[in-house]
Nanobody, 116 residues
Framework: QVQLVESGGGLVQSGGSLRLSCAASGTIFRFNVMGWYRQAPGRQRELVAV???????GYADSVKGRFTISRDNAKNTVSLQMNSLKPEDTAVYYCNAKSPLGRDFWGQGTQVTVSS
């Protein structure tokens, strides 16, 4: 059974940094696309950043220049370095991975809180 486990969330002051990590287990295949989504209270889940197996990246406009996504294909992990955090970045962050057949897998979520 494929599982994604996130780590690295927490409480940080505005302007601070956090690094989220996501490790996949229970699979021998390489995910095509891995990414991070977030959901703030009362809002829909939104894309934050994605990275392909060839390490092409994409970012939401709101995080460009502040967040950096990376992955380790050998370990099936994906990370999100978040710098210059703002209170509006407060949300539950979810790891996502798409299998070669297009199936979506999700982590359980990790809370990121940015205080002003």
């Amino acid at each position: 059974q494929v599982q994604l486990v996130e780590s690295g969330g927490g409480l940080v002051q505005s302007g601070g940094s956090l690094r989220l990590s996501c490790a996949a287990s229970g699979t021998i295949f390489r995910f095509n696309v891995m990414g991070w989504y977030r959901q703030a209270p009362g809002r829909q889940r939104e894309l934050v950043a994605v990275i392909s197996s060839g390490e092409t990246t994409g970012y939401a406009d709101s995080v460009k220049g502040r967040f950096t996504i990376s992955r380790d294909n050998a370990k099936n992990t994906v990370s999100l370095q978040m710098n210059s955090l703002k209170p509006e970045d407060t949300a539950v962050y979810y790891c996502n991975a798409k299998s070669p057949l297009g199936r979506d897998f999700w982590g359980q979520g990790t809370q990121v809180t940015v205080s002003s």
